[in-house]
């Protein structure tokens, strides 16, 4: 006797279904996200402010975190599309939709009144709600195309670099593909390319993984402990704390640099790296450069004349000058 496979049974063995319940355990993970996007801020107010000896946040360990984190927020952001698709329509889509646009163009007119110079045109915020709509379509089309696009949208940057992108990519009004050769000046550049696969790679495994991970004892996890439900609370509601986080922190450090004032030691290292590489194109020898370097950073302190971001006058500028003259003389230079 042969069992006979209905219809509707046939299309449940071989398409999970995506679950509709909002899982705890997704939103515990952008909370740890959350968490470490703000101690990476945490990192780089400091060094901004001068409060450490140098911004940790800028070294290549920072840069590499700065990375990791805004990889974890956006394939976070493709495996809630995919939730999001199982438990409700398109007024949920549109709402969320359209506070995170709000929420990145009200960080552009900020940063743009704030920081003029390096203003905020396409960060992370602005990725998410374009990226939130470029991805629709991958939410039906066959897994391995949304594999191989994702793919694609990563190695965007490299490929495009190895081909000879055009000049044209570098316009202003293309910057956020992320595709020119041109990095602009601004606190946050989360362009499409490469970031965008990661929303798509988070669409692959919301798709591959969702209703097995819902239908597991992790997906059914549900806090208890407070500290438990304060986190999945957070995940819910990442977007208000994102807004409020940096300026939370920024008020705090801007109070502590009031009273404390910069680091004793803040700027130094960069002062040496900048001489030595002009030492060098004087003509110094490496060891004899480091050497100039560290003589001037001393002199500079002896005469007072030490202290970042201040005005000189002009006969504390002819000082410093004279100062790093002599010590750059003393290691054999001219």
Do not use: K
């Not at 591959?208 to 549900?222: D, E, H, I, K, Y």
């Amino acid at each position: 006797m042969t069992a006979t496979v209905t219809p509707s049974r046939r299309t449940a063995i071989q398409t999970p279904s995506i679950p509709v319940r909002r899982l705890a355990i997704v939103d515990l993970a952008r909370a740890v996200a959350l968490l470490a996007m703000a101690l990476y801020h945490l990192t780089w107010d400091l060094g901004f402010l001068r409060l450490t000896p140098e911004n940790a946040a800028l070294s290549p360990i920072g840069r590499l975190a700065a990375h990791g984190i805004a990889g974890s927020f956006l394939v976070l952001v493709g495996i809630s599309l995919v939730l999001a698709r199982g438990r409700g329509g398109w007024r949920s889509y549109l709402l969320r939709l359209g506070r995170i646009a709000a929420a990145a163009g009200a960080i552009s007119l900020a940063t743009l009144w704030l920081f003029p110079e390096s203003w905020i045109f396409f960060g992370i915020l602005h990725c998410i709600a374009l990226s939130s709509v470029l991805a629709l379509p991958a939410l039906a089309a066959p897994l391995p195309l949304v594999w191989v696009g994702a793919a694609l949208v990563l190695a965007g940057p490299a490929l495009a670099a190895a081909a000879g992108a055009p000049a044209i990519l570098d316009a202003p009004g293309l910057l956020f593909l992320g595709l020119g050769s041109v990095v602009p000046t601004t606190n946050d550049y989360v362009p499409l390319c490469p970031w965008f696969g990661c929303v798509l790679a988070g669409i692959g495994l919301g798709r591959a993984a969702g209703p097995r991970l819902a239908a597991s004892r992790l997906g059914a996890w549900v806090p208890r402990r407070r500290i438990g439900r304060l986190a999945a609370a957070a995940g819910r509601h990442s977007l208000a704390v994102y807004l409020v986080h940096q300026p939370v922190l920024l008020g705090l450090l801007y109070g502590v640099a009031a009273l404390t004032g910069p680091h004793p030691r803040a700027g130094e290292a960069q002062f040496l790296r900048d001489y030595r590489a002009t030492c060098a194109e004087a003509g110094g020898g490496a060891a004899a450069c480091r050497v100039a370097a560290r003589c001037a950073l001393v002199r500079l302190r002896e005469e007072g004349l030490w202290r970042m971001g201040g005005s000189f006058t002009a006969e504390e500028q002819a000082r410093a000058i004279a100062a790093s003259r002599t010590c750059f003389r003393a290691v054999g230079g001219r």
